[in-house]
């Protein structure tokens, strides 16, 4: 049924067709802020403007011939609107039919002692100018069914409560005021407008749009502005943006001082986008000083001021910065201009028939609040033309269509006639208030739907204040319902090459930082890197988080990770270049080895050691080629033989050099006994040395890898503080380890203190010598060694044992192998036993040559 109804009132809206105005045109009366009617509504407007001299206010009202010349145009075409809206619900027949809707519109002025007047005679008895008392109001009769307005949260909450005593409907057009939707205080209260709380959740969103969270908010000293200041900074906390400054800005009271005062706390705080919550008058005089400063910012707009002629038109307003806006979302009224051209031509051709004005001297302000009126003429049909009022008419046309509707179902009316008529039937305005508080309908293309508290579900557009030359215009850029929505693009931004401007206390964190708050506000902080083993959860956090157990991080990370490992891989640098030296040093033993088996009969090998010089020279090939096992990815097998082969390689070389020092001693310190000894001590001796040392170095290895854990229990035992870590064998426990390569240490030092003063055979080879110098230069590498380890890293202590293994292996190799090689290859002619001889035979070395 509702939606016939909406079609039937289009199709009146419409009926004008190609620019001809609709026939019931001709029905408009002149008579400007009353009309009869079988049902009155109520209007209030603020047709006139209050001086800020009150000692020129009548007592009575505020209305008077001085006020004459200060008409609000916008309120004046406000009250134009309801005339034509009730001409125009009159016009259609099926929404009421065989009953007409009169109205009367009454001056408020904006002011709170002057709203009570009219409210009091819309509460007065029908025929009557006077408000009965009675214990029940239940069949009590009022002038008007219902009140249209008033445009202010102000006078709402005045004209709220005496209206809901009674249960008379009130649908304001302008009153904003979250407290008017608590239907305790006010019962009988509804509005076409959204509320300060929707507004504030649209301020709010729009600064999170622009990651501004660094604003100042200014209000008007008024309900309005104290409550939307109040609403809005509340929902900025909870949306993580810091008001760093509030103010409200007098009504009543010179608000010159105090504006001075916010503007020095906005520019002290450092703020690049001020939130004005205000009435447009608090608002202008707040610009004016914003011009003289010179300041420079991003201002939100509220509806309340959003789109004023008076404002936008200060001088210098171009030069504050950007203007960002809302305003009511709504439906242009296609026949109000048109409709009132014909009212104001109507008034002048009734102005031409008098001779003169006739108006009654006696007659009160309060039933003829504009004086003014009289002289209105076509040309001033402009004042329903600006924007402010073609985008807040609607806003009056809906509050009247929805009491229009609300009648409708009151009276039990269908397409031709209602049940009910005011003529013959009591009609009591509690009635009207229980339908329109369900009321639904769609009007012009827009769905008003109202929620439990008398607010409809309509949001805002977003504008943005175009400067031109000496004019502002409003260009769209968004809307907000529910959820905010801007082209960004359309914006021209005040800054150095249209930027979009910043507005916060601290530049943003950076991943992996988190914010140290300082001072009072959240948004002002430090930021602090997240150390190792600790990550930034989230980007709001204030303190990092420690790695679960088995975890760990890099410095500034976001988030843990289970630990890698790296090794010495075959295809590395490093790798590669111990392979290339391992062969070339393996090659060179190699062909020691095939040159000592040439000559393996002659004196020389014999005296070198013969077999136990092969078994030498095997062992410190098989030591240079166990540091593969230092390559490649570690297991428990490989773990369990990488250090004790290491060692022990080693113990037989050196085990066999300290064999053979043996004998030189024998033969250089005990030379009447060495003939008969030498033999056994060269063959059985030897050996027997050998195998012991080997037996010792064989038990302290076993004991290394008994005591030592595997590579698999050594990893689980680590204590996670790291992402990535060189993995290398376990050296558990250090004193078995130190024990392994201290004996082979003492093999060396042992050999190099039996010969170092062994006196040399005169024309003879030097044996000792060799033993000398190996032992020596086997021990020096590893004692140089040992300090320089310690302080290297997993990857480099490998690499380190490696170059070592490699050092000392040489060094045995050079000091005792090179010098007899040289001998075989350059000087064969000495390779006799008489050079030998002393070695060989064990005969006492002839008294020493100086060299």
């Known amino acids: 049924m509702t939606g016939q109804w909406m079609l039937l009132a289009l199709c009146c809206l419409l009926r004008s067709g190609h620019g001809e105005n609709p026939a019931w045109f001709q029905n408009i009366t002149t008579s400007l802020f009353k009309s009869q009617g079988d049902l009155l509504l109520g209007g209030l407007f603020p047709i006139n403007e209050l001086t800020s001299n009150l000692n020129l206010l009548r ?7 001085f006020f004459a010349e200060r008409i609000n145009q916008y309120g004046l075409a406000l009250a134009l609107v309801m005339k034509f809206t009730v001409d125009e619900i009159n016009a259609i027949p099926e929404l009421l039919p065989e009953i007409t809707v009169g109205f009367e519109n009454y001056d408020c002025c904006n002011q709170p002692g002057v709203v009570i007047q009219p409210t009091l005679r819309f509460l007065s008895a029908a025929a009557s100018e006077d408000v009965e008392v009675k ?3 239940t069949e009590y009769a009022t002038r008007v ?17 005496l209206l809901g005593f009674f249960l008379m409907p009130q649908v304001s057009y302008g009153a904003t005021s979250e407290d008017l939707s608590d239907k305790i205080q006010y019962p009988s209260f509804m509005r076409t407008t959204p509320s300060d709380h929707w507004q504030a959740k649209a301020v709010v969103q729009l600064l999170q749009e622009f990651s501004w969270n660094w604003v100042a908010v200014v209000g008007s000293d008024d309900g309005y502005g104290k409550q939307g200041k109040q609403q809005l900074s509340s929902m900025a906390a909870d949306g993580n943006i810091c008001v760093a400054y509030e103010g409200l800005i007098p009504v009543y009271d010179n608000p010159v ?53 008076d404002l936008n038109q200060l001088p210098g307003m171009g030069s504050v910065g950007t203007v960002l806006a809302f305003s009511d979302i709504t439906q242009p009224l296609s026949l109000l201009s048109p409709y009132v051209r014909e009212l104001f031509s109507r008034m002048q051709e009734e102005r031409l028939q008098q001779s003169q004005r006739q108006t009654d001297p006696n007659i009160s302000p309060l039933d003829n609040p504009c004086l003014g009126c009289w002289d209105l003429s076509p040309e001033n049909a402009s004042i329903v033309d600006t924007v402010l009022v073609q985008r807040t008419a609607f806003s009056v046309y809906a509050a009247i269509y929805t009491l229009a509707y609300a009648l409708h179902h009151t009276l039990g009316c269908n397409e031709t006639r209602c049940s009910r008529h005011p003529k013959r039937d009591k009609i009591y305005p509690w009635q009207l208030l229980e339908k329109l508080q369900n009321i639904s309908l769609n009007l012009n293309g827009t769905k008003l739907d109202f929620d439990q508290m008398g607010n409809p579900d309509i949001g805002y557009d977003i504008l943005v204040w175009v400067f031109g030359n000496h004019t502002i215009t409003f260009q769209n850029i968004g809307n907000f319902n529910q959820i905010i929505t801007i082209n960004k693009d359309l914006i021209k931004w005040h800054t150095a090459n249209f930027t979009v401007p910043t507005s916060t206390c601290s530049s943003e964190c950076q991943t992996g930082q988190v914010h140290i708050v300082k001072g009072f506000h959240s948004c002002c902080f430090d930021c602090i890197d997240c150390q190792e083993g600790t990550f930034q959860n989230n980007t709001d956090d204030i303190q990092c988080t420690v790695c679960p157990d088995g975890q760990w991080s890099t410095l500034r990370s976001t988030y843990c990770v289970l630990p890698t490992f790296t090794y010495l891989s075959w295809i590395s640098y490093e790798a590669i270049g111990l392979v290339l030296a391992g062969v070339l040093i393996l090659c060179c033993q190699a062909w020691v080895g095939v040159l000592f088996f040439r000559h393996r009969s002659t004196p020389l090998v014999r005296a070198a050691g013969g077999k136990l010089a092969g078994l030498c020279l095997a062992s410190l090939m098989g ?12 297991g428990n097998v490989v773990c369990s033989l990488q250090q004790p082969l290491n060692a022990f390689f080693p113990t037989v070389a050196l085990s066999a050099i300290l064999a053979v020092s043996l004998q030189i001693v024998c033969v250089i310190e005990f030379p009447e006994r060495a003939p008969a000894h030498l033999e056994n001590l060269r063959t059985s001796g030897s050996w027997m040395v ?11 290895t076993g004991w290394f890898v008994q005591q030592g854990p595997s590579l698999t229990d050594y990893v689980a035992s680590l204590q996670v503080n790291f992402v990535t870590r060189f993995l290398r064998c376990p050296v558990e426990p250090v004193l078995n380890f130190g024990l392994m390569m201290a004996f082979n240490g003492l093999l060396a030092l042992v050999s190099f203190m039996c010969t170092f003063m062994a006196v040399k055979p005169a024309r003879q080879y030097n044996l000792s010598r060799d033993v000398t110098i190996s032992g020596l230069a086997y021990c020096v590498t590893w004692v140089l060694f040992i300090p320089i380890y310690a302080g290297l890293s997993d990857k480099n202590k490998s690499i380190g044992q490696v ?3 490699f050092l000392s292996n040489m060094a045995l190799m050079g000091s005792y192998y090179l010098p007899k090689c040289h001998l075989l290859v350059k000087h064969p002619e000495l390779n006799t036993d008489d050079y030998f001889r002393t070695y060989l035979e064990g005969a006492p070395p002839i008294a020493p040559e100086g060299d």
Not at 629 to 634: I, K, S, V
Not at 690 to 700: D, H, M, R, S, T
């Open 690 to 700: 050998v195998l012991a040392c080997c037996g010792i170095q064989a038990g302290l």
């Open 145 to 161: 069914m219902a009140v249209i307005g008033p445009c202010s949260s102000e006078l709402a909450t005045i004209t709220g409560k």
């Open 257 to 309: 001082p105090v504006i001075l005062d916010i503007l020095d706390h906005i520019v002290e705080a450092n703020v690049g986008v001020v939130v004005v919550f205000a009435t447009y008058q608090v608002t202008t005089a707040f610009f004016r000083e914003v011009i003289m400063r010179n300041l420079t910012a991003v201002w939100v707009a509220t509806t309340s001021w959003a789109l004023y002629s």
């Open 59 to 65: 007592t009575d009202f505020c209305l008077s011939a």
């Open 623 to 634: 030591g240079c080629a166990s540091v593969v096992l230092f390559l490649g990815e570690p």
């Open 803 to 805: 170059t070592v293994t």
């Open 135 to 137: 214990c029940n109001y």
